[in-house]
């Protein structure tokens, strides 16, 4: 079966880091862009992080940049997406989704060939 799977989120408290990992199941990641997106609850869908498939371009939504940092290994099959800082703002279900196209617009997230079911991140104290 052809998916992502995310995995790396957890209860953390404020200013702590995370990372989360995001690999392809059934299929080599490496001809993908991929995207990180995050969703809480009564809020819209975001997209966070994009990164291209070589890994050569990044791109950051205003919310995050700074402190997060999305990058791969494609060797091993994965993306990553680094937290810093972390506040209960964060708090939302991640999910990566993947595409053949580089996403510039964070904005834009339809048409993804595949998406992860997320993983959970909860900032509290």
């Known amino acids: 079966q052809l998916q992502l799977v995310e995995s790396g989120g957890g209860l953390v408290q404020p200013g702590d880091s995370l990372r989360l990992s995001c690999t392809a199941s059934?299929?080599?990641?490496?001809?993908?862009?991929v995207t990180w997106v995050r969703e809480a609850p009564g809020k819209e869908r975001e997209g966070i992080a994009c990164?291209?498939?070589?890994?050569?371009?990044?791109n950051y939504a205003d919310s995050v940049n700074g402190r997060f940092r999305i990058y791969r290994d494609n060797i091993e099959n994965l993306v990553y997406l680094e937290m810093h800082s972390l506040s209960p703002e964060d708090s939302a279900v991640y999910f990566c989704?993947?595409?053949?196209?580089?996403?510039?617009?964070?904005?834009?997230?339809?048409?993804?060939?595949?998406w992860g079911r997320g993983t959970q991140v909860t900032v509290s104290s």
């Open positions: 989704a993947a595409d053949r196209v580089y996403l510039s617009d964070l904005g834009n997230l339809h048409g993804f060939d595949f």
């Open positions: 059934g299929f080599a990641l490496d001809g993908y862009a």
């Open positions: 990164i291209s498939s070589s890994g050569g371009s990044t």
